[in-house]
């Protein structure tokens, strides 16, 4: 169970969170298709994202979430984001929650320390999901337009 005190920790920096995932996105060279969003809609994309990992912290609503992120790839496929931009833009997101955790969330003693792995490995997997869900959306949707199933390659 993670602590009520590092969730209220994460909660109260979301809007630096969210202001350094933004700036990142917006200059990335990765994310080169969302340098001409209008800064205002993209911020509220990444507040959605975190509005959601407030929920998987406090509720664990895992079902619910997975629907959001299947959706929410399918929306991009249509709106015609490329896989990758996509992709490296929700990684900087991982990567921005938890510098901005390591930075604000100090242990005090070996079991806070513990509670702060919990968090992170809490966190990593929400993104993970996140990545998965998103592109099995985005794929579905390929799929959908293409009128059946995509290639099949054997790379693993």
Known sequence: ???KNLI?????????IVTRIVDAILTHPRTAYYHTMDR???K???????????????EGAEGE???IYLKFGKVRYFEGVPLADLLFALILCKT???????KHVVPESS??????????????GFFDDLVYFTTKGYQEACEETAGGSPAKTHLF
Do not use: C, P, W
């Open 1 to 3: 169970m993670l602590s």
């Open 8 to 16: 209220d920790a994460i909660l109260a920096h979301s809007d630096e």
């Open 40 to 42: 205002s809609e993209l």
């Open 44 to 58: 509220k994309r990444v507040e959605g994202i975190f509005k959601n990992l407030g929920k998987a912290l406090q």
């Open 65 to 67: 979430l997975r629907t």
């Open 96 to 102: 921005k929650v938890l510098s901005v955790v390591q």
């Open 111 to 124: 079991a806070q320390l513990y509670l702060e792995m919990q968090l992170h490995d809490t966190l990593a």
